[in-house]
């Protein structure tokens, strides 16, 4: 009769505990349906509070249960964690569904755990389009290592959509800005002062530079006739800027001088004819020499042409940009260049010999003297070297330096109106 009695009791504690067992799962079942329900524009928020409190739930829930089946391993769980595992195990074992709870109770990434695909997926919807699993492993692999081709590519368009930005903004070209005093320019010391920069290999004298010799040369062309009037040719074709694409003759030097050829053949009428011979590729050392045997044979084929100008872009310290705002444009500035044939080591020198020295240095000072008129700060000073430059083949040669190898193509390009403006004004005589 006694044992009946205990086994009765025995009996009755285990229903008991299985039943306090059955009401914590439909709980914690019923809390997991609850925070389910949450609607999707709180979800983050609601995703941290459900976490925690079934974090705190299943602890609760560990605790009982070790307590009720497994007394020893909460005084085990402070003392060896090897044991508790074991325990934990044994428990788990017993009791499947909380086993699965527990292992997956803990899954909830970290924000700053965000993947790559996340964050492409999040550009794909961003940008109006979207990917497969196909497209979106192809470009983990590019941002991996993007190829040479595709930077070039990059270049590319952004060189276009900045010409696009720039031929949209129309250039208008500027009435006279500063009144410049002449008389004071009569004074060598005045004109050296405003409007030269002489290389320290060479000297020039007063007799050279006279703004009344200089400014009584005609400058003056006929737009109309048969054939070119302007060639525009590169020495140095290889010359490029900060945004230049390598093997893009578009967006180096000669992709400036073409367009300065089409504003001068659009919107100033003359015929212009632009040479793209390079002669620089292997050496610049020579190109001078290399350059001058085919520029000569062209003025031989086009007698019509009366003004050459050799384009080129400066070399300067990277910490020194030449552009300014010009009328809301990023514009490279620039600089009007002459050899003399002279050097202090050598004086003249005659096998450099230049029959159109002087009429060189007027076309200068007449081109620099409309731009400090019309656009001041667009140029910087005349420079005077010691060489010749193969400016002697024409009386109306020029030698540009255009802006420098840290200018952006856009604001080479954008340099390009005001220069043709300045060129026009002179060549017309205005």
């Known amino acids: 009769m006694c044992i009946v009695v205990k086994e009765k009791v025995f009996i009755d504690k285990l229903i008991k505990k299985l039943l306090l067992l059955a009401l914590l799962f439909l709980g914690l079942q019923a809390l997991t349906k609850s925070c389910g329900a ?72 970290e924000e700053s755990q ?11 919807e961003e940008s109006g389009y979207s990917m497969d699993d196909g497209q979106m492993a192809e470009n983990i692999g590019q941002q991996e290592a993007m190829p040479q081709e595709s930077l070039n590519d990059l270049l ?8 696009q930005i720039q ?20 004074h060598y010391e005045t004109l050296i002062q405003q409007f030269y920069t002489i290389d320290a ?11 009344g010799k200089m400014m009584g040369m005609d400058m003056r062309i006929a737009k109309d006739g048969d054939g070119p009037q302007i060639l525009i040719y590169h020495t140095h074709s290889q010359e490029a800027f900060s945004d230049s694409v390598p093997g893009d003759a578009s967006t180096s030097i000669m992709g400036v001088g073409e367009h300065l050829t089409e504003i001068l053949t659009n919107e100033y009428g003359y ?15 020579d190109s001078y020499s290399v350059a ?20 080129h872009r400066d070399e300067m310290p990277e910490t020194t940009r030449l552009v300014m705002d010009l009328d809301g444009r990023p514009t490279a500035r620039f600089m009007f260049f002459n050899g ?91």
């Open 38 to 109: 949450v609607s999707s524009g709180s979800a983050e928020k609601q995703d941290t509070i459900k976490g925690a409190m079934l974090k705190g739930l299943a602890d609760e829930a560990e605790m009982l249960l070790y307590g009720q089946f497994m007394p020893g391993a909460v005084l085990a769980a402070g003392r060896d964690g090897g044991m508790l595992r074991l325990l934990q195990e044994q428990l788990d074992a017993l009791f499947p569904l909380y086993g699965y709870m527990m292992r997956n109770m803990g899954e909830y990434p």
């Open 114 to 124: 965000t993947d790559i695909r996340t964050i492409l997926l999040a550009e794909a």
């Open 156 to 163: 590319r368009a952004e060189n276009e959509a900045a010409m």
């Open 167 to 186: 031929q949209s903004s129309d250039f208008i070209p500027h009435t006279i800005q500063n009144q410049i005093d002449m008389e004071a320019l009569n």
């Open 201 to 211: 290999n060479t000297t020039a004298g007063s007799d050279q530079l006279n703004v």
């Open 271 to 285: 015929q212009v004819l632009h040479h793209l011979g390079q002669y620089d590729i292997d050496s610049r050392d």
């Open 292 to 311: 001058l045997t085919e520029i000569e044979q062209i003025l031989q084929e086009y007698p019509s042409i009366q003004v050459v100008i050799d384009l």
């Open 340 to 430: 003399l044939s002279r050097t202090k080591k050598t004086g003249n020198i005659a096998y450099l010999y230049n029959e159109n020295l002087d009429s060189n240095l007027a076309f200068s000072f007449q081109m620099q003297l409309k731009a400090v008129e019309y656009y001041p700060g667009l140029t910087r000073k005349i420079y005077l070297k010691g060489y010749r430059y193969n400016m002697h083949l024409r009386p109306r040669s020029l030698l540009i330096e255009l802006g420098a190898q840290n200018n952006t193509v856009e604001e080479a390009m954008n340099a390009c109106e005001p220069l043709a403006h300045i060129l026009d004004m002179v060549l017309s005589g205005e």
